[in-house]
């Protein structure tokens, strides 16, 4: 019964099932928090808290605490080591997602679950039923930049692997893939290929032999298709001449991916005469999806927070095509979907499901976190439009009030359930003594003083910071890896913007009165960010949810190493 239905992809039941939930949010989470904690009353981590059979939100909230990953740590431990495996949840846990591991130096082991992985597919459903009728896609193929790292063993002998892998190695990912329509036009050889290299390029390939077929260009965030088309500048002219002579390239050496490319690759110089005569007639690369991929509808991946530095090199590769954000969610879990596709990623919102987990929201405006108190959480129906919240999430894997990290604004509502907005991650923060700058105020920054650059058809192609206490007073360091090779003067006129860019009134007082010292602008060699990429690959981490780290910490060596044997030229801001 479910293959049939999987089968019959009905946008406008999914749909109606998203209206019937969102249109009584509140006791949608009411029955969800009773359903989690009736499964999971019994674990040790809940009878800790004395909740004894009582499923309420004013008991749940009362009794069991706000937790970090810090809090749970221990008890995760357990799970892995096979000790405890009932310790968190009603049911054995028998799988590990890892973090990206990008924003504390090491990826985080979290747990996941067949729940999980249902709450993963119902909001992939969600967002396309409500995408797909503003941009209604034909029976065609997906070209998906998504990778697959290794899953392994851990001492207890459950699977662990990054959350993304863990849902593309799911049977009903794929299953699911194609009941919309869009199966991925990579054999699974390249996506589960154990060198990025290799199965990037094969992406490429893959696209351009069903370039008439592909509908939806896509991979979980916009770094990687960033990262892609930067790639095929370099390659274009190899992969026109695998696909004019039928031939694989020498650079392709895995032999379970070469065999899987052989049976796509047949001698095609018609279509390779057409890609060449294409990119022949492009200027600097701007609009090259479009002009490759003529099928597109859409472009498609998760574009904001941490991934809105890319829109820009993203729109000069997309043309006059949309860019779609993704859904909303973290390795913990899923928040929210996409039902308004026609936002731009800048404006994006994300409705949240209110049975895939219970939601609570701690609000973030000064008045209210007096004397170093936090204020009181509040539910998912009660919070207001305009305002900030940090996400706390209940889930059906073991995570109870938990600290997502996340910095959200509440810009609607659909229905009862509010709409939110990405803003930041609460815990990346530049900060000496009084000032507090956030990864959106950096971001913001960076792009001030990108706008010189622009002038000269020069760009940053990525960047990062951290906080130098060395010297004295400590100074904000920010390290770009640029497109060309501009004059020194242009580039002290970038850090002296960036020094003026940061508008936090603790910071720009500091400056002025030296408490915190001059800002640092340190040039990074091309390849370098490549580097950091290889770096967390090498960990364990999938390309698919990488996020290059915004701001380093003093623990990260690794991330600091690479980046300071790399510089080749560095400013003092002369600002203030």
């Not at 893939?177 to 589960?192: G, K, Y």
């Not at 020069?458 to 360091?477: I, K, Q």
């Not at 720009?508 to 960010?529: D, Q």
Request: contains cysteine; charged residues 20%.
């Amino acid at each position: 019964m479910l293959e049939k239905m999987e089968e019959r992809f009905d946008a406008e039941a999914v749909i109606g099932e998203f209206e019937s939930l969102s249109r009584d949010a509140g006791a949608v989470q009411r029955e969800t928090l009773q359903k989690i904690l009736d499964e999971n009353g019994g674990t040790e981590y809940l009878q800790r808290w004395g909740l004894n059979g009582r499923t309420d939100p004013d008991s749940f909230t009362n009794c069991v605490p706000i937790a970090s990953h810090s809090d749970l740590e221990p008890y995760i431990q357990r799970i892995v080591d096979g000790n405890s495996p009932r310790c968190l949840t009603g049911k054995p846990i028998t799988t590990i997602s890892l973090s990206s591991g990008t924003t504390q130096g090491k990826p985080k082991f979290v747990p996941f679950n067949e729940e999980l992985m249902e709450s993963t597919m119902q909001i992939y459903k969600t967002s396309f039923a409500y995408r797909n009728r503003e941009y209604p896609i034909g029976n065609g193929k997906a070209l998906q930049f998504i990778y697959s790292s290794k899953q392994f063993k851990t001492k207890g002998g459950l699977t662990a692997g990054t959350a993304t892998t863990n849902v593309y190695r799911n049977a009903q990912f794929k299953k699911t893939m194609r009941a919309m329509q869009t199966p991925c036009c990579s054999p699974d050889e390249v996506i589960f290929g154990p060198d990025f290299h290799q199965s990037l390029y094969c992406h490429l390939l893959c696209g351009l032999i069903f370039r008439d077929d592909v509908q939806v260009v896509s991979s979980t965030f916009a770094h990687s298709i960033v990262h892609a088309f930067r790639t095929f500048e370099q390659v274009w002219e190899e992969l026109v001449t695998d696909i004019r002579e039928g031939t694989l390239s020498s650079r392709i050496t895995v032999p379970l991916i070469r065999a899987a490319m052989s049976k796509l690759l047949v001698p095609n110089p018609e279509l390779a005469d057409t890609i060449y005569r294409k990119i022949s007639g492009l200027s600097n690369w701007y609009g090259i999806i479009q002009e490759l991929f003529p099928s597109t509808k859409y472009i498609y991946g998760i574009m904001t927070g941490s991934m809105e530095p890319y829109l820009k090199k993203m729109r000069h590769y997309a043309g006059e095509l949309p860019l779609l954000s993704a859904d909303y969610g973290a390795s913990e879990g899923w928040i929210g979907a996409n039902v308004n596709p026609k936002l731009t990623p800048e404006t994006a919102t994300f409705a949240v499901l209110p049975n895939i987990g219970y939601f609570e929201f701690i609000p973030l405006r000064e008045d209210l976190n007096s004397h170093g108190q936090e204020a009181k959480p509040v539910g998912l129906t009660d919070v207001k439009i305009g305002e900030e919240y940090e996400i706390l999430v209940t889930n059906f894997a073991g995570l109870y009030r938990y600290r997502l990290g996340d910095v959200v604004k509440v810009k609607g509502f659909h229905n009862s359930t509010p709409e939110l907005q990405f803003i930041c991650r609460r815990n990346l923060l530049l900060t000496i003594n009084i000032d507090k700058n956030t990864e959106k105020d950096l971001q913001l920054a960076v792009e001030s003083a990108a706008e010189l650059l622009a002038g000269e058809k020069l760009e940053v192609v990525d960047f990062t910071s951290r906080v130098d206490l060395s010297t004295e007073p400590g100074h904000y360091v920010v390290f770009w890896e640029i497109s060309g090779d501009p004059q020194d003067d242009l580039l002290q006129e970038c850090c002296n913007c960036l020094d003026r860019s940061f508008v936090d009134a603790g910071y720009m007082s500091s400056r002025k009165v030296r408490a915190i010292g001059a800002l640092e602008l340190r040039i990074v060699r091309k390849g370098t960010f490549h580097k950091i990429l290889d770096h967390y690959v090498g960990l364990g981490a999938a390309v698919s949810q990488f996020k290059t780290p915004r701001c380093v910490g003093p623990t990260n060596d690794t991330v600091l190493q690479i980046l300071s044997v790399n510089v080749v030229r560095s400013y003092l801001s002369t600002a203030f």
